[in-house]
């Protein structure tokens, strides 16, 4: 059953690790909505904690991981006001102080980076197409 408590919608159950995120997320005055997604049971167990997504324009993805689960949680914001909550979660306690890890770049599996493929050559053109001598042909 769907309904909305203030800004949070609840359509799924949620992990007690996403309440104070919600929250937080809830009172913030730039934050229009929060969706939590459906939790799903992880492979392995691992520590409890909160990661930031990519999430695109107008909304921020959290994942927030519990000892053998994980929930997805959805901001709805307007797209300039991305970093300032992010900012206010970190100065709240919420999320941890330093930021995410920037992605490895990637290589070869040897450990160094492919070389870069040379440019093709460039088609011939009609100046260039060869001349192919005559052959005398007997009748």
Known sequence: MRYRQG???????????????????AQHPAVTAVIPGPIVRKKSSGEPRIAVGPGGGGSLHF?????L???????VLAPAARPRVI???R?????PAEPEPAPKPR?????????????????PGPER??????IAVAA
Do not use: T
Request: net charge positive; charged share 15%.
């Open 69 to 75: 689960y994980v929930q997805s949680v959805h901001a």
């Open 107 to 123: 290589v070869s599996p040897r450990g160094a980076a492919p070389p870069p493929r040379p440019a093709p050559p460039p088609p």
């Open 63 to 67: 994942a927030v991981h519990s000892p």
């Open 7 to 25: 800004k949070v919608k609840r359509e799924h159950h949620s992990l007690p690790e996403a309440e104070p995120l919600m929250a937080a997320l």
């Open 129 to 134: 197409a060869p001349v192919l001598p005559r």
């Open 91 to 95: 100065a709240a306690g919420i999320l």
């Open 87 to 89: 900012a206010d979660l």
